[in-house]
């Protein structure tokens, strides 16, 4: 074979694979700012839902804030699920929190307690907060005997990532890549033999 085929086959090669990187982790910023209503079913953000995990006699129980979110632990309230819409699992980093002693726990049972009125500060989670399906959002209910004894917090600029994956396309372009240089090979060889 001469080196001007061997060097197109290279270069038809090292194209196949430079196109098959994986895609980096997308860092995604939940700010809440197109919010609005009272009592809401849900909201959706950037590929993110946020749902109340019960719902009231009279529809959904999210309290929507001037650009944040809301939970209170007045008797009858009930805790929020964060989670992606496709069900994917992604990174918790941290979140803006102003408030009351709220739980966070993750569905691989990761905790993370805050204690105490807090004002706004941004919270930074564990590791333990990464590669999760959801997140539930606790408060507790300072008496829980007085159903007027309530507390509040809110979340703000939610950070998240979503890991990454290789590209379906990137791939198939690599499997083809390779295809096509071992056939080239193969013709090669028949010919010289």
Do not use: C
Request: aromatic letters at 12%; charged letters at 20%; glycine letters at 10%.
């Amino acid at each position: 074979m001469d080196a001007f085929k061997l060097l197109r086959r290279l270069a038809l090669a090292a194209a196949f694979l430079f196109g098959a990187g994986a895609a980096s982790a997308a860092i995604i910023v939940i700010d809440f700012d197109e919010i609005e209503g009272i009592y809401i079913d849900s909201y959706s953000e950037s590929g993110y839902i946020f749902t109340s995990l019960e719902t009231l006699p009279g529809g959904g129980h999210l309290h929507p804030g001037a650009s944040s979110l809301w939970l209170h632990s007045q008797f009858g309230s009930s805790p929020y699920q964060i989670r992606r819409e496709d069900n994917a699992n992604f990174d918790l980093l941290g979140f803006e929190y102003e408030g009351g002693t709220s739980t966070f726990i993750a569905d691989n049972g990761a905790t993370f307690n805050i204690v105490g009125e807090v004002p706004l500060t941004f919270v930074e989670l564990p590791a333990s907060f990464q590669n999760v399906n959801y997140v539930n959002w606790y408060m507790t209910t300072p008496d829980p005997d007085d159903i007027f004894g309530e507390d509040w917090a809110s979340i703000d600029n939610v950070v998240t990532r979503v890991p990454p994956v290789p590209e379906p396309a990137h791939a198939g372009m690599l499997g083809l890549g390779l295809a096509a240089v071992m056939a080239a090979t193969r013709r090669a060889r028949r010919k010289q033999g």
